[in-house]
């Protein structure tokens, strides 16, 4: 599965679910409820966004846990950090944390369910990815220059900072958050909010 803009067309309507640039809109998003998904058998996964006060300055990190068959991931903004920030910011958090709550969705493709959710458990365990408030500040001024920002440059949207490394042939993850972040659909909310704010 690397064909990127077949990814992001059937996953896109999953992280449009998510409500990320509305925090009173936020709802648990079942993979079962989009039917054109049920090829890859994703019906026991789910996402959802939820604030809570974490420690450290980081702005949000995935969480994902394993109950009743159920395989239920988190979006969690930290409220602290978070406080104030412009929607644009909300938006690239959010997007950084689907591109690792894909990278689950790979691996779970690639693997058989047990196994995939053996070994993802074990690297979460391992290493958590927090997306630290100076480096969303860093991508948030690089996105807001004219020129097209150099993502590489980044350490938190380098393609080994999403990877698992046990979810097979998958787009190079910095172009699926690429994607994913500059939908027509976002770039016409960013706009309208520019021009209306």
Do not use: W
């Amino acid at each position: 599965m690397n064909d990127l803009e077949t990814i992001v067309r059937m996953f896109r309507p999953v992280l449009r679910a998510l409500n990320l640039r509305e925090p009173d809109k936020h709802r648990p998003v079942y993979l079962s409820q989009f039917d054109h998904l049920d090829v890859y058998n994703l019906k026991f996964c789910s996402i959802r966004v939820i604030y809570a006060n974490l420690e450290d300055d980081c702005a949000a990190v995935l969480a994902t846990q394993y109950t009743d068959g159920l395989l239920q991931n988190y979006i969690v903004f930290n409220n602290t950090t978070l406080k104030g920030a412009k929607k644009e910011e909300i938006k690239i958090t959010g997007v950084h944390e689907f591109c690792h709550f894909m990278a689950i969705l790979f691996a779970i493709m690639a693997r058989s369910f047990d196994e995939a959710r053996i070994r993802i458990m074990e690297r979460l365990k391992n290493k958590v990815d927090l997306l630290k408030k100076s480096e969303l500040d860093m991508l948030f001024s690089m996105l807001s220059k004219k020129e097209p920002p150099d993502y590489r440059t980044l350490e938190l949207l380098t393609d080994s900072h999403f990877r698992l490394g046990f979810e097979g042939d998958v787009p190079d993850y910095i172009e699926l958050f690429r994607h994913f972040m500059f939908s027509r659909e976002i770039f016409e909310l960013i706009f309208d909010e520019k021009k209306t704010g």
